[in-house]
């Protein structure tokens, strides 16, 4: 293989796809860049088993050949190269880098047992404005788990019908919900998808337009421009959200958002380096009193609410109410309460297409 193409295109594609690059597995292949010149094009791949990156560039191919290099050294050492011109060259098992006067040199893998990565998937598909699924994604995905006990739920389920798509994360101990507009759709879907794949999906996706998104026997793809991100879906049922939010509350209360999130954010700092990083909600007529309590230090300040229902003394863990709280978009939010050990819920105050659960925390006095 030998092939030739400018620094900045080669380093931009690196970055793209290395983020699919195993970072700890047995098998070496799955930390590789594959590296396929053909057709005055330079076709970079990398797979982790669950998610795929493909992005093609162009590129003066003299010798038609594929390798696999080394993800992170290869993208750590071509991203300092991106102003010059460079050419990639095989000879046995290694690739010379030349670049302006000098050559480098890294050891390379046959290509031979590089995972397949199929894009043939088109069996169904539904678009969105770019916006909106940007929206879902960043809303959503912070709210999955992040350990493998639970598989499903480190992926947001996506439930598509009647012009208009549901996404719902849970880690079971807070949930978020959305519900956004679809363009088309090819048919009512249920899917689960990565947190990680939304993710990557959302940093390629343009910054307006719509986009396709397809999906076939538990695989997803969507592509942008010559990037192709193609990953698993997660199989088996999600939890049912409608069997989780309360159906009515006993205490509502409506709050401006940036005064409450200050508030929270000043009481979270003494508690940060505590397990849960505690703080309560102390609700009576006309206020919420916000406190958090440490060998730190203490901090208590009231902050002026609008409360219909019940007083209640509720502890919680900070950074689940913060995450809730900028997740929402407008100026004033509504939290929905029963009692100090059940689910509380945050909503914007109008739009309430958005909804965050939290479970609250046990305490001395309130176990």
Same mark, same amino acid.
């Given at each position: 293989m030998k092939t030739v193409c400018e620094g900045i295109n080669l380093s931009e594609a690196v970055l793209k796809v290395v983020k699919a690059c195993a970072v700890r597995t047995t098998v070496p292949l799955l930390e590789c860049i594959k590296l396929s010149a053909r057709n005055d094009e330079l076709t970079l791949s990398a797979t982790d088993g669950e998610i795929s990156i493909q992005q093609t560039i162009k590129a003066e191919v003299y010798e038609e050949g594929e390798i696999c290099v080394p993800g992170r050294y290869f993208s750590d050492f071509i991203k300092k190269l991106e102003d010059v011109q460079i050419t990639l060259s095989v000879e046995g098992g290694r690739m010379e880098i030349g670049y302006a006067d000098s050559q480098s040199y890294m050891q390379?893998?046959?290509?031979d047992d590089f995972p397949k990565i199929s894009t043939d998937i088109s069996e169904n598909s539904f678009k969105m404005d770019v916006a909106d699924?940007?929206?879902? &994604?960043?809303?959503?995905?912070? +709210?999955?788990? %992040?350990?493998?006990?639970?598989?499903?739920?480190?992926?947001?389920?996506?439930?598509?019908?009647?012009?208009?798509?549901?996404?719902?994360?849970?880690?079971?101990?807070?949930?978020?919900?959305?519900?956004?507009?679809?363009?088309?759709? %090819?048919?009512?879907?249920?899917? &689960? +998808?990565?947190?990680?794949?939304?993710?990557? #999906?959302?940093? #390629?996706?343009?910054?307006?337009?719509?986009?396709?998104?397809?999906?076939?026997?538990? #695989?997803?793809?969507?592509?942008?421009?010559?990037?192709?991100?193609?990953?698993?879906?997660?199989?088996?049922?999600?939890?049912?959200?409608?069997?989780?939010?309360?159906?009515?509350?006993?205490?509502?209360?409506?709050?401006?958002? %940036?005064?409450?999130?200050?508030?929270?954010?000043?009481?979270?700092?003494?508690?940060?380096?505590?397990?849960?990083?505690?703080?309560?909600?102390?609700?009576?007529?006309?206020?919420?009193?916000?406190?958090?309590?440490s060998e730190i230090g203490n901090v208590q300040e009231p902050v002026k609410a609008e409360v219909e229902g019940h007083d209640i003394r509720i502890a919680m863990n900070s950074k689940f109410i913060t995450d809730a709280v900028n997740a929402l978009s407008e100026d004033v939010i509504k939290l929905s309460f029963n009692n100090q050990v059940q689910p509380f819920i945050c909503t914007n105050s109008q739009d309430i297409n958005a909804l965050y659960l939290i479970l609250p925390v046990r305490t001395a006095n309130n176990a």
């Amino acid at each position: 293989m030998k092939t030739v193409c400018e620094g900045i295109n080669l380093s931009e594609a690196v970055l793209k796809v290395v983020k699919a690059c195993a970072v700890r597995t047995t098998v070496p292949l799955l930390e590789c860049i594959k590296l396929s010149a053909r057709n005055d094009e330079l076709t970079l791949s990398a797979t982790d088993g669950e998610i795929s990156i493909q992005q093609t560039i162009k590129a003066e191919v003299y010798e038609e050949g594929e390798i696999c290099v080394p993800g992170r050294y290869f993208s750590d050492f071509i991203k300092k190269l991106e102003d010059v011109q460079i050419t990639l060259s095989v000879e046995g098992g290694r690739m010379e880098i030349g670049y302006a006067d000098s050559q480098s040199y890294m050891q390379v893998l046959a290509a031979d047992d590089f995972p397949k990565i199929s894009t043939d998937i088109s069996e169904n598909s539904f678009k969105m404005d770019v916006a909106d699924l940007k929206k879902v &994604i960043n809303s959503t995905t912070f +709210c999955c788990a %992040t350990d493998d006990s639970r598989p499903n739920l480190k992926g947001c389920q996506f439930l598509i019908k009647n012009g208009s798509v549901c996404v719902t994360a849970l880690d079971g101990f807070r949930l978020a919900t959305i519900t956004a507009p679809v363009k088309s759709a %090819t048919a009512d879907l249920d899917i &689960i +998808c990565p947190a990680r794949t939304l993710s990557e #999906m959302e940093k #390629m996706l343009p910054s307006e337009g719509e986009t396709e998104i397809f999906v076939q026997r538990g #695989m997803i793809l969507v592509s942008v421009d010559d990037t192709v991100l193609t990953s698993r879906l997660y199989g088996g049922e999600f939890i049912k959200k409608e069997n989780i939010i309360p159906k009515s509350f006993s205490t509502v209360v409506t709050v401006d958002k %940036t005064a409450l999130r200050s508030s929270i954010e000043r009481a979270a700092i003494l508690v940060r380096s505590d397990k849960n990083s505690l703080i309560i909600f102390d609700i009576s007529a006309g206020r919420i009193e916000i406190s958090s309590n440490s060998e730190i230090g203490n901090v208590q300040e009231p902050v002026k609410a609008e409360v219909e229902g019940h007083d209640i003394r509720i502890a919680m863990n900070s950074k689940f109410i913060t995450d809730a709280v900028n997740a929402l978009s407008e100026d004033v939010i509504k939290l929905s309460f029963n009692n100090q050990v059940q689910p509380f819920i945050c909503t914007n105050s109008q739009d309430i297409n958005a909804l965050y659960l939290i479970l609250p925390v046990r305490t001395a006095n309130n176990a």
